[in-house]
């Protein structure tokens, strides 16, 4: 009896191998944390654009870091009938619940640039290197400013890639605020990732230190934008060097003008082609293979694929950002 079964399960997972879906057949859902900042603009361009080309039928939802919204957002896709789920979440641990769901559908799920955390279920994850992120961030500001007092920030406490980013700096940072060679002023996450709050920050830690501040870690571009305008208000911008990441133009300009000290380019147009690539794959019932790589979720290894991030300064931006024609000249350099 036992073997019969097995042999009929068998024979069932051998039609399913086979009978590849075609692109054209199936829904694929997206859902993402915001437009407000350029590379989330980006993500969802190259995804629509990948998704057109393979004749997906790509319905994309915005959740304007909002958790509740991103739930019903998801189970409204769940309910459209997609075969997979594109998710960058707003709130890593709340939207486990969205795997749960997307799972009951039979819905395979891609985390895509954000890990979903504390899920026991089996998805896979699509990012960078988020530790290296950090990593590049802290050795380089390390590096410029061994000593002195530091502005240490990080993103949202919502975003699992904000505590990765800050891990890779700090392994940086860390030694020499024990040594007592820089000292931390200010230690805070930043809500929402929002420009504002990372400026409001920046101008209590100047003012709670008369404006003797050394050096700023900021985790991305859009908070770095906020922190130069609370250096520029005490005429520091351009003096106190500050990290960002992301490689928008914003940031590019302000690298190139000299208030901001670096990015780090993450080629969203590459993760953008592997969501696609592997929502095809998936759709098939193919397996994605990621060479044996995982990140922990605090339940359990989520398979990952990991893209690489790479440093820019004003030295190497014209080989990585506008070579590589992540952005044009006219618009890095404009007058
Ligand atoms: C992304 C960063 C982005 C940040 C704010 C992070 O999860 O990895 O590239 O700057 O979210 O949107």
């Known amino acids: 009896m036992m073997k019969r079964l097995c042999t009929l399960l068998g024979l069932a997972a051998a ?3 086979t009978s590849t879906a075609r ?3 199936f829904k694929v859902g997206l859902s993402l944390p915001t437009q407000r900042e350029e590379r989330w603009v980006k993500d969802k361009q190259v995804m629509e654009a990948e998704a057109k080309k393979a004749g997906i039928d790509l319905r994309v939802q915005v959740t304007d870091n909002d958790a509740a919204k991103q739930v019903a957002q998801c189970e409204n896709l769940i309910s459209q009938g997609v075969k997979v789920l594109i998710l960058a979440p707003h709130d890593a641990s709340s939207a486990a619940v969205i795997i749960d769901k997307a799972a009951k559908a039979g819905i395979r799920v891609i985390s895509y640039d954000r890990l979903v955390t504390n899920s026991p279920l089996d998805y896979y994850y699509l990012s960078f290197d988020n530790v290296k992120v950090g990593e590049l961030q802290g050795e380089f500001i390390t590096r410029k400013v061994p000593k002195g007092s530091y502005i240490v920030l990080a993103g949202s406490p919502t975003d699992n890639n904000a505590k990765l980013f800050r891990e890779g700096a700090m392994k940086f940072i860390k030694p020499l605020a024990d040594k007592g060679d820089i000292k931390i002023v ?3 996450f930043v809500k929402d990732w929002q420009p504002s709050e990372a400026q ?3 101008e209590q830690a100047l003012t709670a230190n008369q404006n003797k501040v050394d050096a700023v870690l900021a985790p991305n571009d859009g ?3 906020g922190c130069i305008q609370a250096l520029a208000a005490q005429g520091l911008a351009g003096k106190v060097p ?3 990441q992301d490689a928008e133009l914003a940031g590019a300009i302000r690298i190139v003008q000299g208030t901001q000290s670096m990015t780090i380019f993450k080629d969203t147009r590459e993760l953008g082609k592997r969501a696609i690539q592997m929502a095809l794959e998936l759709a098939n019932g193919k397996p994605i293979d990621t060479q044996g790589r995982t990140v922990n979720n605090g339940k359990k290894d989520v398979p990952s694929v990991l893209l690489t991030p790479f440093i820019v300064t004003k030295d190497n931006l014209d080989e990585q950002l506008i070579k590589s024609g992540y952005l044009t000249r006219e618009k890095v350099y404009r007058k």
Do not use: E, P, S, V
Request: net charge negative; aromatic share 0%.
């Open 15 to 17: 039609i399913l191998a």
């Open 242 to 244: 500050i990290t960002g």
């Open 186 to 188: 200010m230690d805070q």
């Open 200 to 202: 409001k920050l920046c």
């Open 23 to 25: 692109a054209a057949d």
């Open 223 to 225: 908070t770095a934008g």
